[in-house]
C-alpha cells in the first residue's frame, strides 16, 4: 500500500536555509519520521501563511505534502515557542547547541523518539526560570548514550582497571578514561580530575549535581565532552563557538 500523499507530524525546527527569493529548506526532527529536510515555499513573503510558524527552536504540527525531492509543508501551527529561552541570548545559544548535535549525529528518516523527547525536554528545561547550569551537560551525556557512544567510565580503556584513582585521563578518540600507566596507549589523552570524573559518572547515573561542585569542575567537564563530541562528529560545532564568544563578552563586560 503505498504511503498516503499528504501526513501530519509533530517536529522541532532544528535549522533552516535560503532557496531562492521566496522560499526556505527547513531541516525538522520529527518522533515519527526522524530528521527531515523540508521546503517551506514563500514562506519569505510578507503575507505567507507559513511566516513565524517556523522559527528554529520552535515546536511545531506540520502538515506535509510528499514531493519528488523533498516534501513540501502545506500547514504549520506552533505548539511552542519556549517564549523564555528566546529572551536570552546565552540560552538561544544553548538551545541552538543541542539542535545542532541532533542535527549532526541523527541520520535523515530514522526515528529515534527517545532523542526527540529529549531535545523537546532540554528545550523547555532552558525556558524556565531558573535552569541548571548543567542541563547541556546532561543533554550531552544523554544524547551519548542513545546513539551508542556511551563514554567508559567506570574503568581503563586498556588495561580494564576498575580502581582508577586521581591521577586518570580521558581519550576522546578511545571514548573513556585510562590510568596513568595506560595514558601512552592513546595518541591523544587530557588530564581528568578526581572532581570531574565524579561529576561525569554522576551525569551519566542521571544524578543531580553535588552542592560542593566547583565551577572550575564544571567547565572542566564541559570542555572533556565537548573535545569527545567534536571528535565523534569530525566537524566545527559552530553554536559552540556562539557560546563561547557570549561567554567572553560577559566577562569583559564583567
Known amino acids: 500500500m503505498p504511503a498516503p500523499r499528504v501526513y501530519s507530524t509533530e517536529a522541532i525546527i532544528l535549522r533552516h536555509q535560503d532557496l531562492g527569493e521566496a522560499d526556505r529548506i527547513i531541516t525538522v526532527f520529527t518522533p515519527r519520521f526522524g530528521k527531515l529536510r523540508v521546503v517551506a515555499k514563500g514562506v519569505k513573503r510578507p503575507r505567507s501563511r507559513l511566516a ?16 519528488r525531492n ?16 528566546r529572551r536570552s541570548l546565552s540560552r538561544i545559544a544553548q538551545g541552538l547547541y543541542a539542535a545542532e548535535l541532533v542535527n549532526c549525529f541523527m541520520a535523515d528518516n530514522m526515528a529515534h523518539p527517545a532523542v526527540y523527547h529529549l531535545l523537546q525536554a532540554t528545550l523547555a ?40 584513582g586521581a591521577d586518570c585521563y580521558f581519550s576522546p578518540s578511545g571514548g573513556g578514561i585510562l ?27 542521571g ?9 572550575e569542575v ?12 567534536l571528535h565523534l562528529s569530525e566537524r566545527e560545532l559552530h553554536a559552540a563557538t556562539f557560546i563561547d564568544v557570549l561567554r567572553r563578552e560577559a566577562a569583559s563586560v564583567g
Open 52 to 67: 513565524g510558524h517556523l522559527d528554529s527552536l520552535c515546536e511545531v504540527n506540520l502538515l506535509l505534502a510528499r514531493g
Open 70 to 85: 523533498l516534501d513540501i509543508v502545506t500547514q504549520a501551527q506552533v505548539a511552542d515557542q519556549f517564549l523564555a529561552l
Open 125 to 164: 528545561h532552558l525556558a524556565t526560570p531558573s535552569p541548571n547550569p548543567l542541563v547541556l551537560r546532561r543533554f550531552e551525556m544523554r544524547l551519548l548514550e542513545e546513539i551508542g557512544y556511551r563514554p567508559q567510565l567506570q574503568q581503563c580503556l586498556a588495561c580494564g582497571d576498575d580502581n582508577v
Open 179 to 205: 590510568c596513568s600507566g595506560c595514558r601512552a596507549t592513546e595518541a591523544t589523552v587530557r588530564p581528568l580530575s578526581s572532581g570531574a570524573l565524579r561529576l561525569l559518572r554522576s551525569l551519566q547515573k
Open 207 to 215: 544524578e543531580g549535581v553535588r552542592p560542593a561542585t566547583s565551577g
Open 218 to 229: 564544571v567547565a572542566e567537564v564541559e570542555a572533556v565532552l565537548r573535545q569527545y563530541l
